[in-house]
């Protein structure tokens, strides 16, 4: 089972929303880099995710979520009407895909970056070296059992 970290604010979809959406299970969808969509097309039902909120007055790790449903095309790519919609998709050629996450629970507290950064077993993810924090991306399990309050 894998780890990972997806990012989103919390105006948009955050882990309130997973905490009240029917059957805790929200679509992530409108990813378009290909890097983090690469990513979502390793990610397997049962695999286990951090939501980290971004672009807010509170930013940081705010819950757990797992994959309920793995890669699928992103159906917002061929809505005309969709901020995601991409021309160039087709059916027989997707270019963007989705995946499917359910609630686990909400933390305690938000784990802001700077507490994330002060933890050594932190200092490879991603997340806390500037110019690498795509909206999708790998935790090992060292950097999961280093976080606080995931148990």
Same mark, same amino acid.
């Given at each position: 089972?894998?780890?990972?970290?997806?990012?989103?604010?919390?105006?948009?979809?955050?882990?309130?929303?997973?905490?009240?959406? *029917?059957?805790?299970?929200? *679509?992530?969808?409108?990813?378009? /880099?290909?890097?983090?969509? /690469?990513?979502?097309?390793?990610?397997?039902?049962?695999?286990?995710?951090?939501?980290? @909120? !971004?672009?807010?007055? @509170?930013?940081?790790?705010?819950?757990?979520?797992?994959?309920?449903?793995?890669? $699928?095309?992103?159906?917002?790519?061929?809505? %005309?009407? !969709?901020? $995601? @919609?991409?021309?160039?998709?087709?059916?027989?050629?997707?270019?963007?895909?989705?995946?499917?996450?359910?609630?686990?629970?909400?933390?305690? @507290?938000?784990?802001?970056?700077?507490?994330?950064?002060?933890? *050594?077993?932190?200092?490879?993810? %991603?997340?806390?070296?500037?110019? /690498?924090?795509?909206?999708?991306?790998?935790?090992?399990?060292?950097?999961?059992?280093?976080?606080?309050?995931?148990?």
């Amino acid at each position: 089972m894998a780890k990972w970290l997806v990012k989103s604010e919390p105006e948009e979809c955050g882990i309130d929303d997973f905490a009240t959406a *029917p059957d805790r299970v929200i *679509p992530w969808d409108g990813v378009r /880099n290909y890097q983090a969509r /690469n990513f979502l097309r390793q990610m397997d039902e049962g695999d286990q995710v951090l939501l980290y @909120h !971004s672009s807010c007055q @509170h930013i940081g790790i705010a819950g757990v979520v797992t994959v309920v449903r793995a890669a $699928y095309p992103d159906p917002n790519q061929f809505d %005309p009407l !969709s901020p $995601y @919609h991409d021309p160039k998709a087709t059916l027989e050629k997707p270019r963007w895909d989705a995946v499917d996450m359910q609630f686990v629970r909400k933390l305690p @507290h938000i784990i802001p970056l700077a507490e994330l950064k002060a933890i *050594p077993a932190l200092e490879n993810m %991603p997340l806390v070296r500037k110019g /690498n924090r795509l909206s999708v991306m790998p935790v090992t399990d060292d950097e999961w059992a280093g976080i606080p309050d995931l148990g």
